[in-house]
């Protein structure tokens, strides 16, 4: 495929080449990961159902294993890279609390379209919250959440028609998103069109609210480092909700960037842990 890519947005959307201190903030986190993996209570690679790739990890919640609340992580990598093991980190945190938290795996690009993928999680949402109750988890205080693509994929998820799931709402309690990439048609103009093969008309695949179910994201996060073109997209998703739903979800963070905000995600101390906590029903 040829690919005519747009400098700025190459600019906005190469991140990497943005923030190269990523490196150390990829290694820390992979160690914090591997040190979940070998000492929280945790199982690993669970069947969702929706395909070969669609797997879960559960790390339990401190106490006692059943009832427990539950936050369902999806990770990013601009829907072409990532692992559920590499934001295992985030884990420990939750578990602090008492809370339970999944890390969805899913297929990737070039393997399965965008279209594709979206579909894939939506039943690996609806088939998680079907086990929730052998799994120990308590389905009526279920978070969903995810980072970067993971956050695109978690407010699509938001924006699902239940009824086909013979649902009429949504069957999550909450959602949030961290710096996600809610709109991925900018990218068809960058070097990610190689992997990512986006339609010309993508407008199927843009994160919205849903008006008829009063769906979105309860938790818009963006690090006020980011690039114009992340912050721009956390801001029209955000914008689309208080105008649909009649809410704000947006929050910015301070002195965070697309890779750094993570580690708030892990920090019982932080602001947006605790606003994410406050997301669960009493």
């Not at 013979?166 to 996600?180: D, T, Y």
Request: charge should be negative; aromatic fraction near 8%; glycine fraction near 6%.
């Amino acid at each position: 495929m040829t690919v005519v890519c747009n400098a700025y947005l190459e600019s906005q959307y190469n991140l990497r080449m943005q923030h190269p201190e990523h490196h150390k903030i990829k290694a820390e986190s992979q160690e914090r990961s591997d040190w979940v993996r070998k000492t929280l209570p945790m199982r690993h690679d669970i069947s969702c159902g929706a395909s070969k790739n669609a797997t879960f990890d559960l790390i339990h919640g401190k106490g006692q294993r059943y009832n427990q609340p539950v936050v369902i992580f999806i990770h990013g990598g601009f829907w072409r890279s990532g692992d559920k093991q590499d934001c295992a980190f985030i884990g420990e945190s939750f578990y602090q609390h008492g809370v339970a938290t999944v890390l969805l795996n899913y297929s990737l690009a070039p393997a399965s379209s965008l279209a594709a993928i979206i579909k894939e999680v939506r039943i690996s949402v609806a088939n998680i919250v079907a086990q929730a109750p052998e799994l120990g988890l308590d389905s009526e205080r279920i978070i969903l959440g995810g980072h970067s693509a993971g956050g695109h994929l978690a407010a699509m998820v938001e924006s699902t028609d239940w009824t086909q799931f013979n649902q009429l709402m949504s069957p999550v309690s909450a959602s949030f998103g961290v710096s996600g990439l809610y709109d991925p048609r900018p990218l068809s103009q960058t070097s990610f069109q190689q992997i990512l093969a986006l339609p010309e008309d993508g407008d199927h695949l843009v994160a919205k609210p849903s008006k008829a179910g009063s769906q979105g994201l309860d938790l818009v996060a963006c690090g006020l480092e980011e690039t114009q073109e992340l912050q721009s997209q956390s801001k029209r998703y955000a914008d689309d909700i208080n105008m649909y739903l009649n809410y704000n979800p947006m929050y910015w963070s301070k002195q965070r960037d697309h890779y750094s905000i993570l580690l708030d995600l892990a920090d019982v101390q932080s602001d947006l842990f605790r606003r994410i906590m406050s997301l669960f029903p009493l």
